[in-house]
């Protein structure tokens, strides 16, 4: 059984590294120019979700636009309230990792990897480098997803393992914890993801229990830009709440939903896995879409909430 969890710990590194990888990979192909475009594109709330969406797409972490968004408001670059579109467009876009790794793509994994390298060590321009170490990253996503799903029937015979899938498919609220604790320890929303898409291949997880382990991963996510933020400016710090508190609000209620909202994503997909995929974009969509309008309230109450009356 050691032997398991030691597979189980090379996987999830494997996860994180291309995770790491592909970042790289994309960051080195916008460059600084990333920056400026988030700074010349956020002047209204819906220029900077946009903004928070794309951006977050390209760097494939929710994680890393938060700590960058901290960063440019702690530096004066960003406003506060210019931060607010940017969190909520951030959680859409880093659901495309999710998606990304439902895809089937079988033995077109080890060329992606071969390529990926081949660039990656003799690509002369920037460009090819980064599509390099993008193909590279997506490779070691699409390994540790496989073997996710591999180790997750014989990890299910260890009492302890099996214990807690018992009490996640019992309890939402152990699920929601489960997933928010994780996420907190490997700094990566997407990995605990892949964790519970590896479980509920093998059904050994129902889907209404990955749905509780997808919200509390929104919550766990949050603490990467909450430590970002130690030392920084008044509103970095604010920053930083903002992303807790519209995340704590929209898991707390869907957590009352979460059986009506696993009959509604069964409906897109048949694979439990891909249903979890989807049910995080929904998720993310439907939070965000829904507080867009209400950003200079949000503005105003994360003041308020945390003892500052008016902005001076």
């Known amino acids: 059984m050691g032997r398991l969890f030691i597979l189980f710990i090379i996987h999830l590194g494997m996860f994180l590294l291309g995770m790491l990888m592909m970042k790289s990979g994309l960051y080195v192909l916008s460059g600084d120019r990333l920056k400026r475009w ?7 709330p819906v220029q900077s979700f946009l903004t928070g969406t ?32 940017i969190i909520l467009g951030s959680n859409i876009g880093s659901t495309i990792t999710t998606e990304l790794i439902t895809l089937d793509l079988g033995t077109s994994i080890i060329p992606m990897l071969l390529a990926g390298a081949f660039l990656v060590f003799f ?5 090819g480098y980064s599509i390099g170490m993008t193909l590279v990253g997506l490779a070691c996503l699409f390994f540790a997803m496989e073997g996710f799903s591999g180790l997750a029937k014989p990890l299910s015979t260890n009492p302890l393992v099996h214990e807690w899938l018992q009490r ?6 152990f699920g929601v914890l489960v997933g928010t604790v994780l996420t907190a320890l490997i700094q990566s929303s997407a990995a605990t993801i892949g964790i ?3 479980f509920l291949h093998e059904r050994l997880l129902t889907l209404p229990a990955g749905i509780a382990i997808l919200l509390g991963a929104n919550i766990g996510t ?6 970002a933020s130690i030392g920084a400016s008044r509103e970095a710090k604010f920053t930083a709440y903002t992303h807790l508190w519209l995340n ?5 209620v869907f957590s009352f939903l979460i059986a009506p909202f696993a009959h509604i994503v069964r409906l897109f997909a048949s694979s439990p896995d891909v249903q979890l995929a989807h049910a995080s974009v929904l998720f993310n969509v439907i939070c965000s879409v829904v507080a867009l309008p209400f950003t200079r309230w949000m503005e105003w109450w994360i003041y308020r909430i945390h003892g500052i009356n008016n902005r001076s």
């Open 196 to 198: 519970a898409m590896g």
């Open 248 to 252: 704590v609000a929209g898991v707390g």
């Open 222 to 227: 949050c603490v990467t830009a909450l430590l």
């Open 123 to 127: 690509a002369r321009h920037r460009i």
């Open 38 to 44: 988030i700074l010349h594109f956020t002047k209204t």
């Open 54 to 85: 794309i951006a977050t797409a390209l760097l494939q972490s929710s994680s890393a636009m938060m700590v960058l968004t901290v960063g440019l408001v702690a530096t004066g670059y960003l406003t506060f309230q210019q931060s607010i579109g």
């Open 168 to 173: 996640t498919n019992r309890s939402h609220a």
